[in-house]
């Protein structure tokens, strides 16, 4: 029985070290990330990414500063949208359409390889002709004007 008790309560304390593990609280860099990644996705035309972007380093400077002053993640995600709001915008349509090119530039591709593929198809000289199922590969003797004899 003391066996047991002593597996329990090792087993008990393994859990509650590795609960509190896990409440840590997050160290700025990921509280920043976390708050860019809420940014990025509270709306479907923002761009998909900030890195490149020319106001990508006023943005982070931005959340570090929110961040700073001691600002919830909802305060600091007002203060950008408001402050960066119009420049994310722009950011996403741009990249839209970008993307949107970009895919009517392989459809594009695509289409016109399969019509080369088609011509080359209708074009070949010294294809054999198909026939119909049931007729013969050689004609029968006929007559001058291609009546049976």
Avoid: F, Y
Wanted: with cysteine.
């Amino acid at each position: 029985m003391r066996p047991m008790r002593r597996l329990s309560g090792a087993l008990l304390l393994c859990l509650g070290l590795w609960a509190a593990a896990g409440c840590a609280p997050d160290t700025e860099m990921e509280r920043a990330a976390r708050i860019e990644r809420d940014l990025l996705v509270s709306c479907s035309c923002h761009p998909k990414k900030i890195s490149g972007l020319p106001i990508e380093s006023a943005i982070r400077e931005s959340i570090a500063a929110g961040i700073g002053r001691g600002q919830s993640d909802a305060e600091i995600l007002w203060d950008v949208l408001m402050e960066h709001g119009n420049a994310l915008l722009r950011a996403g349509i741009e990249d839209v359409a970008l993307r949107a090119s970009a895919a009517a530039g392989v459809s594009a591709t695509a289409l016109l390889a399969g019509l080369g593929v088609l011509l080359l198809q209708i074009r070949r000289p010294g294809r054999p002709r198909s026939r119909p199922p049931g007729e013969s590969e050689q004609p029968g003797p006929s007559g001058p004007e291609g009546i049976p004899e």
